[in-house]
């Protein structure tokens, strides 16, 4: 069965820049997308078919999707995109998530 | 507004049934796959079922495969999973999400509801 890997955790300062992967055989061949889940919340879609934001998404958050990794960046990290973030791909007709990463900002 | 809202949730034994619900709101249902999401405690997030806007493909999780069955009222704007010979993995949040297809294989999860959690013990 297809998998999605992520790293469990990832720390950025603020201001800075973060960038958490995720790794499945040929990705770059699928779509990917992004969601950000804050604590006690639901998830929110961030990212959609590779690199676009929904609207109300804010421009910091961009990515991109090549080979077998797919990448989002939070450029200027704020203290309140720390959350956990999940990628996700279709296999067949199977939506596989990645583990998700914790994303601290120190 | 755009409302997705489950109930149904709660305490079950082992090998009972549970049937959940997905009040949708503020956006036509009917034109739309829907899929169900759950996150076991402290877990990631485990895509389960979703369906087609008429219904007429379902697809599953290996792991809840015959066990599980989605299926929706487009006249009621609901959503449903029955749960049936429920298993102590099986507890979870579970969420009710919109699926926006783009394409075969690009698709997305763009609204979510806010969960109901079932408990699988004795």
């Known amino acids: 069965s297809y998998e999605l890997t992520q790293p469990p955790s990832v720390s950025v300062s603020p201001g800075q820049t973060a960038s958490i992967t995720c790794s499945g055989d040929?990705?770059?061949?699928?779509?990917a997308c992004w969601y950000q889940q804050r604590p006690g919340q639901s998830p929110v879609l961030v990212i959609y078919q590779d690199n676009k934001r929904p609207s109300g998404i804010p421009e910091r958050f961009s990515a991109s999707n090549s080979g077998n990794t797919a990448t989002l960046t939070i450029s200027g990290t704020q203290a309140m995109d720390e959350a956990d973030y999940y990628c996700?791909?279709?296999?067949?007709?199977?939506?596989?998530f990645g583990g998700g990463t914790k994303l601290t900002v120190l | 507004e755009v409302q997705l809202v489950e109930s149904g949730g709660g305490l079950v034994q082992p090998g009972g049934s549970l049937r959940l619900s997905c009040a949708v709101s503020?956006?036509?249902?009917?034109?739309?796959?829907m899929s169900w999401v759950r996150q076991a405690p402290g877990k990631g997030l485990e895509w389960v079922a979703n369906?087609?806007?008429?219904?007429?493909?379902?697809n599953y999780v290996d792991s809840v495969e015959g066990r599980f069955t989605i299926s929706r009222d487009d006249a009621k704007n609901s959503l449903y999973l029955q749960m049936n010979s429920l298993r102590a993995e099986d507890t979870a949040v579970y969420y009710c999400a919109r699926a926006l297809v783009m394409g075969p294989t690009n698709r997305n999860f763009d609204l979510w509801g806010r969960g109901t959690l079932v408990t699988v013990s004795s």
């Open positions: 996700q791909a279709w296999d067949s007709s199977t939506a596989i």
């Open positions: 369906i087609r806007q008429d219904g007429g493909e379902k």
């Open positions: 503020g956006f036509t249902f009917s034109s739309h796959w």
């Open positions: 040929k990705l770059g061949d699928k779509y």
